[in-house]
Nanobody, 121 residues
Framework: QVQLVESGGGLVQAGGSLRLSCAAS????????MGWYRQAPGKQRELVAI???????YYADSVQGRFTISGPNVKNTVYLQMNSLKPSDTAVYYC???????????????WGQGTLVTVSS
């Protein structure tokens, strides 16, 4: 069993910054890929950023140059540094991971519960 717990969301003014954290725990052999998604009011969930085991990253066009994904660190935590926040960034942000486990799972997908980011104008 694997759990992802997000933290760091909150209310911030436009132009401000937040750092989200996603801590993975459980019977994890390896984290194959981790990423952040978000779902804004009235919109579908969309990919924000991903990072692979090789360190390659991908960002949605809407956050390119403003957001940075990093990790995982020794505590299996991945981060999303969000700068120059805009009201359009308001959404519930979800952590996502593909993991191999000691239970024999290979590349299974796991989701966190989400953390709310609200950017005021």
């Amino acid at each position: 069993q694997v759990q992802l717990v997000e933290s760091g969301g909150g209310l911030v003014q436009a132009g401000g910054s937040l750092r989200l954290s996603c801590a993975a725990s459980g019977s994890i052999i390896s984290l194959n890929v981790m990423g952040w998604y978000r779902q804004a009011p009235g919109k579908q969930r969309e990919l924000v950023a991903i990072i692979t085991t090789s360190g390659s990253t991908y960002y949605a066009d809407s956050v390119q140059g403003r957001f940075t994904i990093s990790g995982p660190n020794v505590k299996n935590t991945v981060y999303l540094q969000m700068n120059s926040l805009k009201p359009s960034d308001t959404a519930v942000y979800y952590c996502n991971a593909r993991v191999n486990t000691y239970l024999g799972d290979t590349n299974i997908e796991v989701w966190g519960q989400g953390t709310l980011v609200t950017v005021s104008s």
